[in-house]
C-alpha cells in the first residue's frame, strides 16, 4: 500500500508526494508548539527539522541506512557540545575543541551523518548550559527514527558506505580559518551557524562540487536567513511564523531546484538566537558561505587537478614500451 510507504516519490517524474512534507512540516510545527505550551525554547531544535526533511521527504541515504545512529550520533555530539560549554575558556577554542571531539566520535562509530555536527555546535551557539538539552535532542531524533523504521525507510539500501576521512581534517581546518577570521573582525559569537558547517562537512564529501552548486547553496541558504529574520520580526505567533518559514522554504527549493535539508533549520535558528543575533543571521550567513563554499570549491577544484595529473601520469606509464 501507498501509506506504508509514506507515498515519497513517484517513480515516473522522481517527484516526491504531498504526504511526507505534510508529515514533516507537522512534526516541526508540533515541536515548536510544545516550545511555546511548555515556555522552553530550548525544545526548538532547528536541525530537527532538517533531519525529518531529508528523512522523511529526500530519504537521504547518508542519514537514515543506519537508524541507529540517527539518534545516537546527535545525542552524543550534543552532549559533547554542551560539556564543552561548561568551561570558561574562549568561545572559538571551545568550538574547535568541540568539532574536533565530534570528528574523532563520527570516526570511532564509523558515521557520516552530518546533522549530528549540528546538534553538538547548537550549545554553543545558543550558549545553553542545561543538561535537559540532551534528553530533547534524544527524544526527537529518536522519534525521527521510529519513522524512518516504521515506514521502512532505509529498507534496500546499505548499512555500509565508503567514508572518507580525510574531509574530517579539511572541514576542521576550513572551520578554523572562517573562527578566526570572526575572532580577527571581532564577530566571534556569530561564528556558529550550525546548518551551515553541515552542508560545508556534506560538499565535501560530494565526488564532484562546482561553482554552481556552491553559488546555489548560498544564495538558498542566504534567501531562507532572510526569510527567517523577516518572519520572526512580522509575525508575533511562533507557531504561525514557523508555519509561513516552512512554507516559503518549500517554495524557496522549488524555485533553484535544490534538495538541501539546511534550509528548513536555518529560519528557525531566529526562534532560539538572541534577538541582536536575529538583525544580523542573514548577512552573516551571507559572509560565512561565501568564505566556506569558496574554500570547499578551491579545494575541490585543487583535488580534481591532483587527480587528473595522477590519471594522466598512470596512463602515460601503461602505455610506455616495456
Known amino acids: 500500500m501507498e501509506g506504508e510507504h509514506m507515498n515519497v516519490t513517484d517513480p515516473a517524474t522522481n517527484k516526491t508526494g504531498k504526504l511526507p512534507y505534510v508529515l514533516a512540516i507537522s512534526f516541526i510545527l508540533l515541536m515548536v508548539s510544545l516550545s511555546v505550551w511548555l515556555q522552553h525554547a530550548e525544545i526548538i531544535l532547528p536541525e530537527v527539522a532538517a533531519m525529518a526533511i531529508a528523512m522523511w521527504v529526500y530519504r537521504e541515504p547518508g542519514w537514515i541506512r543506519r537508524p541507529s545512529v540517527i539518534f545516537i550520533a546527535p545525542t552524543v555530539t550534543a552532549a559533547i557540545g554542551l560539556g564543552m560549554n561548561q568551561f570558561q575558556t574562549n568561545y572559538s577554542i571551545k568550538v574547535m575543541l568541540t568539532l574536533s571531539i565530534m570528528m574523532l566520535f563520527l570516526r570511532l562509530i564509523r558515521s557520516n551523518l552530518a546533522p549530528a555536527i549540528a546538534t553538538g555546535l547548537l550549545p554553543l551557539a545558543i550558549h545553553t548550559e542545561d543538561w535537559s538539552f540532551v534528553s530533547i535532542v534524544f527524544v526527537f531524533t529518536l522519534t525521527l527514527m521510529a519513522g524512518v523504521v516504521v515506514f521502512q525507510l532505509h529498507k534496500n539500501l546499505a548499512a555500509k558506505s565508503k567514508i572518507q576521512y580525510k574531509y574530517m581534517v579539511i572541514f576542521l581546518a576550513i572551520s578554523l580559518c572562517w573562527l578566526c577570521i570572526c575572532w580577527l573582525l571581532g564577530y566571534e559569537q556569530m561564528a556558529v551557524i550550525p546548518p551551515i558547517f553541515v552542508v560545508v562537512y556534506e560538499s565535501l564529501q560530494k565526488p564532484i562540487y562546482t561553482a554552481k552548486m556552491a553559488f546555489k547553496q548560498g544564495s538558498t541558504l542566504t534567501l531562507s536567513a532572510a526569510v527567517g529574520a523577516l518572519i520572526f520580526i512580522q509575525v508575533d505567533s511562533q507557531v504561525l511564523a514557523a508555519l509561513i518559514d516552512m512554507i516559503l522554504v518549500v517554495v ?36 560565512a558561505c561565501l568564505f566556506m563554499f569558496s574554500s570547499v570549491l578551491v579545494y575541490k577544484y585543487g583535488e580534481k587537478k591532483t587527480l587528473n595529473r595522477k590519471n594522466k601520469g598512470s596512463s602515460r606509464s601503461s602505455v610506455s614500451p616495456s
Request: charged share 15%; aromatic share 16%; net charge positive.
Open 252 to 287: 524557496i527549493t522549488r524555485l533553484f531546484h535544490v534538495r538541501i535539508p539546511a534550509l528548513y533549520a536555518i529560519p528557525l535558528l531566529t526562534f532560539v538566537f538572541p534577538e541582536d543575533k536575529v538583525w544580523s543571521l542573514p548577512i552573516v550567513t551571507l559572509f
